[in-house]
């Protein structure tokens, strides 16, 4: 594993951890405000749903991943239901990777727009994501881009964009709703099939979304090689070199995954 805050001296908002059979991340989202609504802060959003979900995983091999994800959802939403605005649209939230290994398959999950690579031993790798966040963003970037930042039709076009969250037809994150659960990118397939997997925040998915210095088999022959930090290191500097500025990045690289 492998994770870096955007920048020394600001929190690292991503999560991850793994047990024996299941790996979790868990990239916390959070815009200007949210201190106002929850006292706790996307960090400890992050932290406590991914805690909670490696908690789940250990005990639990009998419901699904979406099941799971429900769960903890509500667990951390009860929380801080009693101090803290949960159900404001700008209260903490995240998006969530989740692997599992269980009678011979691999289980995986993805909520929001981080990213899951399944390394397949023959053939390309299987890209596991949920671009429906991205999709509709990008609908209203020209709009935004346009008005003056800090105006009336600025934060009209923030709102506009914040109601699609965890609504029909729009996108969905884990939050204070544990239904956004029943919404999630969810597979599975034989584990004699696959030589590897990696989940990422999508700081680190920039390496080939945003900036394409290599595409995802790519990416799995540098993690092979290099290790997680080394994709690390090339989208800090990408971003430097694009004076674009940077994001979390984390990565969870399992390998020898027939063995667990």
Same mark, same amino acid.
């Given at each position: ?35 106002? $609504? ?67 398959? $691999? ?143 984390? $990565? ?9």
């Amino acid at each position: 594993m492998a994770s870096a805050a955007a920048w020394a001296g600001r929190a690292n908002e991503d999560f991850t951890g793994a047990v024996p059979t299941a790996a979790v991340l868990v990239d916390g989202a959070g815009i200007p405000g949210t201190e106002s $609504i929850c006292r706790h802060g996307v960090a400890w959003y992050a932290g406590r749903l991914g805690g909670s979900l490696l908690s789940l995983l250990s005990l639990v091999r009998d419901r699904s991943l979406s099941a799971l994800l429900a769960e903890a959802i509500e667990q951390v939403t009860d929380d801080h239901r009693d101090t803290c605005d949960v159900a404001d649209p700008i209260s903490p939230s995240a998006t969530v990777a989740m692997l599992r290994l269980s009678d011979g398959l $691999i289980e995986h999950l993805v909520l929001g727009d981080s990213v899951l690579v399944l390394d397949r031993a023959d053939g390309a790798p299987l890209v596991v994501s949920d671009p429906r966040e991205v999709i509709i963003s990008q609908s209203y970037q020209p709009a935004i881009e346009a008005a003056a930042e800090g105006s009336d039709e600025y934060h009209r076009l923030l709102g506009d964009l914040r109601a699609n969250r965890n609504q029909p037809g729009g996108f969905w994150v884990a939050k204070d709703d544990a239904r956004a659960a029943d919404e999630a990118i969810t597979g599975s397939c034989p584990i004699s099939e696959l030589t590897g997997a990696v989940l990422l925040s999508n700081g680190a998915g920039r390496i080939v979304d945003r900036f394409g210095l290599t595409d995802w088999p790519g990416v799995m022959t540098v993690l092979a090689s290099s290790g997680p930090a080394e994709i690390i290191h090339r989208v800090r500097q990408a971003e430097a070199r694009h004076a674009v500025a940077a994001d979390d990045a984390t $990565i969870a690289y399992c390998t020898d995954l027939g063995k667990a």
